[in-house]
């Protein structure tokens, strides 16, 4: 019994220890606006590629459940929607242009950032070019930076990087 108790004695201290968790720690707030900005860049560029790899997962975990999103197309999808428009659509590539014209906002716990998109698909016709000028808005939420929201409007090819 000596021997037991002695034992239960060493490992009731380990069981009192706080268990991290596995998952990437993500930062509250940035040491700089820099960082921030550079944090929220790479989300950017994760969805672009997650759009064009039809990644569902990506959305489902980036996408806060109360998110919204304004379409091009006049739409006002909720997270559930927007998902299946994002991993359906006609994508075949999806990029950045015309940085000059960015626009990235942050301040404690929510981010902005406003770009645009252009985005080759597939059509009956063939493949063409859209462009969109894209606005996520993003909230730390529960220990996480989530898009809450976001907005597309088509753009004119004559008036990007002009």
């Not at 037991?4 to 700089?32: D, H, I, M, N, R």
Request: proline share 4%; hydrophobic share 35%; with cysteine.
């Amino acid at each position: 019994m000596k021997k037991y108790t002695y034992f239960l004695w060493l490992l009731l201290p380990l069981g009192a220890c706080k268990k991290e968790s596995s998952a990437p720690q993500v930062p509250t707030a940035f040491s700089t606006y820099d960082e921030a900005k550079a944090y929220f860049y790479d989300e950017d560029a994760q969805q672009m590629r997650a759009m064009v790899g039809r990644d569902s997962a990506f959305f489902a975990r980036r996408f806060a459940s109360t998110y919204y999103n304004c379409t091009p197309n006049g739409d006002l999808n909720n997270k559930a929607a927007e998902i299946q428009t994002l991993i359906h659509g006609p994508w075949v590539t999806v990029e950045s242009m015309a940085p000059q014209f960015d626009i990235f906002a942050y301040s404690g716990n929510v981010a902005s950032l406003t770009g645009t998109k252009r985005i080759k698909i597939r059509t009956p016709a063939g493949e063409s070019f859209i462009y969109v000028r894209r606005t996520t808005i993003f909230q730390h939420i529960e220990g996480q930076w989530q898009a809450i929201s976001g907005q597309g409007t088509y753009v004119l090819t004559r008036y990007v990087g002009q």
